[in-house]
């Protein structure tokens, strides 16, 4: 593989399976350790700043909750500017936030959830229900089309109750709408926003989370500060910045001079750097349900060689994702043959693919290719770069030739939504859920970053959606993996790991299991707090 280039990471969080109806959830009985009720309060007031260094560059889209692109980036902002009803949080994966329980009814066919009461966003407008109807009516990000076509209505019961209603019994409808596998249950103030319109609500953000907004410099800098009034807890640090560092090197010379708190994606050499000044610097390593594969746009295309299973198969076979994991994550990554992480419910594990350029040589002469092909490209959010340059590598060698095209991040995933690649993409997903909201997204015809799909994977898709027998369901989806497999639809590339520099200023790093950034963020500590 080439020499490093600045590198980043994008990540995702949190496999989570739910049972179809779920039982009534209390505070009680389901929240994280040291949770209350109210804010708890602190006998000093919040105090002190932290700085990240981020791999990506900062985007106003990521302020909102309804832009949502099933990828967890925007969560690093989300958890800090805004709550949702139910979201992963330590020792809790379905952690009740903004609704302090919910019910489904023994049909199948509604949740209910009861509000907490006093929460106020952060212009002092108390949160209600209509707030909640109105958040989930102007989604429009990852699983908004599989939302918004199985909810027959959401009702304001009273103003701390509402109720979704459904048109069949739907056993996901928590895995879509209450964990980061959409942005959908994270609730922002109806007033507010059609006061200021859509525009002028990402430019100053008001939402229900533990830090309000302060001011932004596109591109550049977010600052928020402390919310003293947030239903957990007031936080400890009265400031985060977060700062953005596209290159990697730089955020590492940042960390050494004490100049942010936390550099994130900090890979390869650099990795090992910050490895060698323990004591100093902290290398940590979050594990996000975080998978990233190579789309064959144009598979669905009869002219086109990558029509042929053998080309796609050749491709497969020509990417050395030992190398990858060891260059790029140090050994934490784990290689895979699959999009679909292996923590997820209702996973199949394929059988791995193995290095072998002779192979792939072989299957191109027989497909009619003994000289290889031009590719064109292959697409890449720029964090990935390395990745994305190894596989164009991998390709290059058995005769398939393609250039590396790197792009911002914001920009990419616009582009990837709108369909507008027409070659190679390297694309990733943090996303939450189980296998069915990764193959929602990505898979089936019409999905929100899919560029086509099979029939009989779509037949299968709409059958198991309604499925409420779980064993009947797993068989579905199985199948729908497996025939993924056998067309090798995908070449699958790795499952990174989120490498983290952390400086010595903080007291406590405060991790979510499957989420890769440090959170929550009321809970981060500096030392002699």
């Not at 980043?8 to 959830?25: C, I, K």
């Not at 023994?106 to 407008?125: I, M, P, Q, S, T």
């Not at 990795?271 to 669905?300: I, M, N």
């Not at 499952?495 to 299991?513: C, D, K, N, Q, Y």
């Amino acid at each position: 593989m080439k020499a490093r280039r600045s590198s980043l990471l994008s990540v995702v969080v949190l496999a989570v399976a739910l049972a179809p109806v779920r039982p009534l959830v209390t505070p009680a009985a389901a929240a994280p350790e040291g949770r209350s009720e109210a804010p708890a309060g602190r006998s000093e007031a919040p105090a002190g700043q932290v700085t990240f260094a981020v791999h990506v560059s900062l985007a106003p889209t990521w302020f909102d909750p309804a832009e949502t692109p099933g990828v967890i980036t925007p969560f690093m902002m989300l958890y800090a500017l805004h709550d949702a009803l139910a979201k992963p949080m330590p020792g809790n994966a379905w952690a009740p936030c903004l609704a302090e329980s919910w019910t489904a009814s023994k049909d199948g066919l509604a949740y209910e959830f009861v509000l907490r009461k006093g929460v106020k966003f952060h212009n002092g407008d108390p949160l209600g229900a209509e707030d909640v109807k109105f958040s989930f009516e102007r989604y429009k990000g990852a699983g908004a089309s599989t939302l918004k076509a199985r909810v027959a209505a959401v009702e304001v019961v009273d103003p701390h109750r509402v109720r979704f209603r459904f048109k069949q019994p739907w056993p996901d409808f928590m895995t879509f709408y209450a964990t980061p596998a959409t942005g959908a249950a994270w609730i922002v103030p109806k007033s507010y926003t059609e006061r200021v319109g859509e525009e002028g609500f990402k430019k100053a953000p008001v939402g229900a989370g533990p830090y309000r907004f302060v001011s932004f410099n596109p591109g550049i800098e977010l600052v928020a500060e402390a919310y003293e009034g947030y239903w957990r807890k007031t936080p400890a640090v009265k400031r985060l910045v977060f700062k953005s560092v596209p290159d990697e090197s730089t955020r590492l010379a940042m960390l050494k001079r004490a100049e942010t708190d936390v550099a994130y994606s900090i890979r390869g050499p650099n990795g090992e750097e910050v490895k060698r000044t323990q004591g100093h610097l902290t290398l940590k390593a979050t594990f996000p349900t975080f998978t990233e594969w190579v789309v064959f746009t144009q598979q669905f295309d009869p002219k086109s060689p990558w029509a042929d299973r053998r080309v796609r198969l050749a491709a497969n076979l020509a990417i050395d994702r030992k190398a990858i994991s060891e260059a790029e994550y140090l050994g934490y990554g784990k290689t895979s043959a699959s999009m679909i992480p292996r923590d997820f419910e209702f996973f199949w594990a394929p059988p791995a693919y193995a290095y072998d350029p002779a192979r792939a040589k072989q299957l191109l002469a027989e497909a009619g290719y003994p000289k290889g092909f031009d590719a064109v490209e292959v697409a890449t959010d720029a964090v990935y770069a390395p990745e994305a340059e190894a596989v164009v590598n991998g390709l290059q060698a058995i005769g398939i030739r393609a250039r590396l095209r790197p792009m911002e991040r914001a920009g990419f995933y616009k582009a990837d939504q709108e369909k507008q690649f027409k070659y190679l993409v390297r694309v990733g997903s943090a996303a939450a859920g189980n296998a069915a909201t990764r193959i929602e997204a990505f898979v089936i015809s019409g999905g929100i970053r899919s560029y086509g799909g099979y029939p009989d994977i779509d037949a299968l898709f709409r059958d198991q959606a309604a499925e409420m027998d779980k064993k009947r369901r797993e068989a579905m989806l199985h199948k729908i993996q497996q025939l993924m497999h056998e067309r090798a639809m995908f070449a699958p590339i790795m499952e990174p790991a989120l490498l983290i520099g952390v400086g010595s200023r903080l007291a406590e790093l405060p991790t979510i299991a499957g989420h890769p950034y440090l959170s929550p963020y009321e809970d981060l500590k500096l030392k002699g707090r």
